[in-house]
């Protein structure tokens, strides 16, 4: 009876673990702006050249500073994978190359979509991507991916 029991809680710590995991994985992800930002919305292509470090201002003109989330996180997952179409082994290989040869910085990277927000909404030069389900009045959404 002890042993059915256990496999009965090994089987529900697994269900629910798959549970949360898939639920996680189909959140949307998008990029949100502070209200007095330069430009209200973005491309795929600029949001990917301004979070590879290749484009430094928003298109209007005005100095943009890409935040990322810590690696691991869901958010982050999504963004580069449906916004820079690479993984977070690609991912780790164009950084170490830039870093190495002097080129570049990846994004200063916070822990979560709170931490981003209040980031963004303090500066209009700030943009970062959070889980839809977190945006509130203090940003805007400039990409929907």
């Known amino acids: 009876m002890k042993i059915l ?13 798959a549970l949360f995991t898939a639920q996680a994985s189909l959140a949307d992800v998008v990029l949100v702006a502070n209200p ?13 050249d301004i979070f590879l470090g290749k ?4 298109p209007s003109g005005g100095s943009v500073v890409p935040i990322d989330q810590e690696k691991g996180e869901a958010p982050r997952d999504e963004f580069y994978s449906k916004v820079v179409k690479k993984d977070a082994s690609q991912l780790n290989a164009y950084w170490s190359r830039l870093v190495f040869t002097g080129k570049g910085q990846p994004p200063k990277a916070v822990l979560d979509d709170d931490e981003v927000i209040e980031l963004v909404s303090s500066n ?22």
């Open 36 to 48: 007095g930002a330069p430009d209200k919305s973005l491309t795929a292509q600029q949001a990917s």
């Open 124 to 145: 209009p030069n700030i943009i970062g991507y959070i889980d839809a389900g977190s945006v509130t009045d203090a940003v805007i959404v400039i990409l929907k991916p």
């Open 55 to 58: 484009q430094k201002n928003f």
């Open 5 to 17: 029991q256990s496999k009965l809680v090994t089987i529900s710590i697994f269900l629910f673990t």
